[in-house]
């Protein structure tokens, strides 16, 4: 929720903030640097929201697996929970995932999966 919500107020532009100089036309110019400065926060964001969810979805899957061993994964889905497996130890009690959550970002900024069909 924090980083969606940081995301979130980043989408706000600085120009709201503007005061008016050189006839309302030269301050807005300096402002695409800040946007810039934003915009690639909010994709540093989207890849921690992603890594979370890699980690969310790998203990789901084989928690539901533990219940319903006749569970049949789709070939694609498979690879992806097998590799998440190589990559991740089950969550059994409280831990710290940042480590975890730093690897699988490097992972997505790496392109580590093939996610869509050719």
Known sequence: SAW???ALKLTMPASVFS???ECHNQDKVSMGTIAARDCLRVLELTEQVAAALLITSRQGITLRQRV???LVLGPALEDMHSDLGRRLVLIEEDRALDHD???LIA???A???TLYAA
Request: glycine share 0%; proline share 6%; charged share 30%.
């Open 111 to 113: 392109e580590s999966w």
């Open 19 to 21: 005061r008016s100089t």
């Open 101 to 103: 959550l730093i690897n």
């Open 68 to 70: 319903q061993p006749e």
């Open 107 to 109: 992972a997505i900024r």
């Open 4 to 6: 969606t919500a940081e």
